[in-house]
Structure formats: structure tokens, C-alpha cells
């Protein structure tokens, strides 16, 4: 009985922590109204990597075709992810990680807010 316990315990461990894993690449797709009132879609992306110190990551807009963009600041602790770029008007996402594959947030850039959900990527 003693070394079922365990397994279930060691079962749990492994199953939080895949949870909790932020690294690969995420994707969502802002909403954006152009000036003609028409909503379009633009595809965001963040590519994070774990370091000794922490997190990195770089930026992609694939409808704009830029790649590999770099930020300043990537964090994250208790289940929310924050990225800073200052470079591109402000740029900053705060996200919440809602299960091992979906983050909920809000990206602002220049003093506007938008709702940016994001799924993890599958290689």
C-alpha cells in the first residue's frame, strides 16, 4: 500500500509540473480595427526559453513577416507570464496560464489594450 502512495505522489508531482511549463511557442491572434472599421486578424507569437536565470524569448508577427523579434523582459511566477519589449511602442503581455496549453492575457502597445489568448504550439 505504502508504495502505491508513492507512485500517486510522484504521479501528481510530474503531472504539476508539466503543467507548469512555459517554454515553447505560443500563438493568438489580436483583433485589430483598421480605419475603416473593419476588424483584422494578426498573428502574434512568443518563442520562450528557459535559461539559468530565468526565461527568454523573441517576438514573431507572421502577418508581418517579422521574425525572431527580441524583448526585454520575460517573467514568470505563479502561473503568469509577463513579456516586455520597449521597443516596439511599449509593448507588454501579461498572461495567465489556465492549463498546460492555453494563456490568457492582455497585450498593450502605445496605450491600448487587447485581448490576447494564446495556445501553446505542438512541435
Do not use: C, H, R
Given at each position: 500500500?505504502?508504495s ?37 486578424k ?40 509577463t ?12 498572461g ?20 490576447l ?7
Amino acid at each position: 500500500m505504502k508504495s502505491i502512495t508513492t507512485i500517486f505522489i510522484l504521479f501528481l508531482a510530474v503531472i504539476t509540473l508539466s503543467a507548469q511549463d512555459i517554454t515553447g511557442t505560443w500563438s493568438g491572434d489580436l483583433d485589430i480595427a483598421d480605419q475603416m472599421g473593419q476588424t483584422q486578424k494578426l498573428t502574434v507569437k512568443f518563442n520562450i526559453s528557459a535559461t539559468d536565470d530565468g526565461y527568454i524569448s523573441t517576438l514573431d508577427s507572421p502577418d508581418q513577416d517579422a521574425y525572431g523579434m527580441p524583448v526585454d523582459t520575460t517573467f514568470y511566477k505563479d502561473s503568469e507570464l509577463t513579456i516586455k519589449a520597449a521597443g516596439y511602442q511599449q509593448l507588454v503581455y501579461v498572461g495567465k496560464l489556465l492549463d498546460a496549453t492555453t494563456l490568457n492575457g492582455t497585450l498593450t502597445q502605445a496605450g491600448m489594450s487587447f485581448e490576447l489568448n494564446m495556445k501553446k504550439e505542438t512541435e
